[in-house]
Each structure stands twice: as C-alpha cells, then as structure tokens.
C-alpha cells in the first residue's frame, strides 16, 4: 500500500432497508448504488446482492466492531472466495483481513475468479469485537453494482484535491498537471482512459495515514460516488518518508475516512522542491500506482521478497536482486528502482494487473 523512497528500502436483510439512492453514468457503464442494514447472528452478517446483468459490485460494509468478508457464495451454490484460502503468502483482497470496522471488497477481482452471473449472491462478514471474538452488531452497508458490457475498456474519475494553499503554488500545480499526464500515459495502453477534476481546499498539508485524521471522512464526501480521490499533500504522517499511500486494496467509491488516496507532492519533487523531468515521471508512476492499490492492485513482490499478489503472470521472484531484473519495471514494483545516475521507468502492468483494474467497479 506504501510506496517508498528508494532510500529508504536495504447476515440477514431487514426487510424495507434496501434503498436505490442512485445511477450513474461513466463511460461505457453505469453504475447503480443500493444501501441497507444487516443485523449479524452468531457473528455473521449475510449480505444478498441481487445480480441482473452485471459485471461487478463493491461492497463496503461498516459497524462499530471489526469486519472481514469470510466467504463469497455464488447463486449455483459455489463458494468462490473463502478467507482461509487468502491468508498465506499470496493476496487477493484485503477485504479478508479484519484490520477495522469497514471492509471493502471488489468482486469479481481477477479474470480467474469468473464472471458475475446471474441470481442472488451472498457475501459474509464476519464481526468481530476487540477482544476477537465473534458478536452481534448492526452492519451497514453499500453496494456499487457495475453495469458494463466491455472490461477491456473503461474510464476512472480521478478527483485532485490540493491541500491548503497548495492550489495556489505554481510549482505543485505544475508538477501535478505533469503527472498527471504521465499517468494517463502510463494506462492508455491497458484500455484505462483517466478524466480529472481539480479542487482546492483548506485541509492539513500534513495528513496522517487513512482512516487515522480526522479530516479525512470530510476529504471522501465531496466525491460524487464514482470517483476516486486523490488528496496532494506536503507530508505524509509528518515526513517526507512516503511517496503516497492508498486507503485500501481496494478501496471504496462510498464516503469513509479511508475513502481516499494521499500523495506528498514534496517527497515525489525531491530534495530541492522543485521538478526535474525524471521527478514527473516518478510523480506519475506514484500517482498511477496508488491508484493502482485503490483499484485492487497488490505489489507482485512484497519488500520483504516472500509475499506475492494472486495474479499467475507476475513472477513470484525471490530475492531483491532476483526481483528487481524480473519486475522492476512493473507499475506495482514496491519501490524504484534506481542506480546513481537514474530510476528504471515503471509503467508496465501484465495482462492480468490490467484485468483487476478494468474489473473495479468504478471503471465504467
């Protein structure tokens, strides 16, 4: 979820409370928003989306206790996701990991995980209490479905929102601009068009991770529930130590205080703030690949060169040596990759990354 400098690196449905609040459309897509309240028995809270035609939904499901998603059922009876299955060394989602009272998952995430027929579908989550055992709790809910007959194409609303004063700082909007268009460039080729909006804004120039300030829930709500939102800040947790980090994997197009990607504009410019052409790039690798972990997307390797993503077409390399020659022009590579004189360009996503990202719901 971070990406570092090089540096640094050696249920059952209430009846009457599902509720259409809204369809949007983006794209080739639409996408429709339901909401509602569960109320968990025995620690379960048993979640139907009713599927007509669609090609993927998110569910983000909220509650005063811990969440994770245990299983997924299909409507022929299958189980095509089961947390168990996750919790060694390869990541699908972490929808499965009970690290807070909102989770947020993304279905279909891979190819492999196959379509979006038809019928009544049924996600589990788990509630849990702080002590870790399983309890009663309302949970509620939003669904996103994704209506969208073609998942080798789409567009993802990206809405930038400039910390306080930054809007007004030539440089950062430069630079912001640049990158900007570096990213779009770096996703033309994987059938991803990117359309931006711009704001300003009086919120920290220093921002903690997401989920942890208190300004962030405020930061997500002027989102239109399509778009994902990228916050430009100063610092991150009060140094220049993170290029930018991502509110989930993946993260949700609902209004949550981890509803948002952050990216120090200082940490990306360097150390003299000010942007070389290779700064851009970088910024635009940055921009690409926290998004990227917005939209579902895992390092392939993790730093610690035992960990990998769940897609088959990433080498499930060992070793930092190993890693950096056979991925470290990925996109999601953990961190540049860099000599004395130069950083190695990452711009390239594999067939199946791509996939994960035309399959978010909100690439429409």
Request: with cysteine; proline share 4%.
């Amino acid at each position: 979820m971070f990406r570092l400098p090089f540096a640094l690196v050696a249920l059952i449905l209430l009846p009457g409370c599902e509720l259409l609040t809204g369809l949007l459309n983006g794209g080739s897509g639409m996408l429709e928003t339901r909401t509602s309240s569960v109320q968990s028995q025995d620690g379960i809270a048993t979640i139907d989306v009713d599927v007509s035609g669609e090609s993927a939904f998110q569910l983000t499901a909220t509650s005063g206790q811990l969440l994770a998603v245990e299983a997924v059922n299909a409507p022929d009876g299958s189980q095509p996701l089961y947390w168990d299955d996750w919790s060694g060394v390869n990541s699908l989602t972490s929808a499965v990991w009970l690290e807070g009272k909102d989770t947020v998952l993304n279905w279909p995430v891979r190819q492999a995980d196959g379509n979006l027929s038809d019928g009544t579908w049924t996600v589990d989550v788990a509630v849990v209490d702080d002590q870790g055992y399983y309890t009663d709790d309302q949970v509620d809910v939003v669904l996103k479905l994704k209506d969208d007959s073609d998942l080798s194409t789409g567009t993802v609303n990206a809405r930038i929102v400039y910390a306080d004063g930054l809007k007004q700082d030539s440089v950062v909007t430069a630079g912001v601009q640049d990158a900007v268009t570096r990213w779009a460039e770096i996703w033309a080729p994987y059938g991803i068009n990117l359309e931006t909006s711009y704001e300003d804004s009086s919120f920290s120039t220093d921002q903690p991770f997401p989920g942890e300030g208190s300004e962030q829930a405020e930061v997500s709500s002027g989102a239109n529930g399509s778009e994902i939102t990228v916050l430009i800040t100063e610092t991150i947790d009060g140094s220049t130590d993170y290029y930018g980090i991502a509110g989930g994997i993946p993260g949700t197009l609902d209004y949550t205080d981890h509803a948002l990607v952050i990216v120090s504009w200082l940490t990306n410019a360097g150390g003299d703030g000010e942007f070389s052409d290779d700064d851009i790039r970088l910024f635009g690798e940055t921009l690409a690949h926290e998004v990227g972990h917005y939209m579902g997307l895992f390092h392939p390797v993790e730093t610690t060169f035992d960990y990998w993503d769940a897609l088959d077409d990433t080498d499930d390399c060992g070793g930092q040596s190993a890693c950096e020659s056979a991925l470290g022009d990925n996109l999601m590579f953990p961190y540049p990759v860099c000599d004395w004189t130069s950083c190695t360009p990452q711009d390239q996503l594999t067939s199946q990354q791509a996939g994960v990202n035309q399959r978010y719901t909100g690439t429409l």
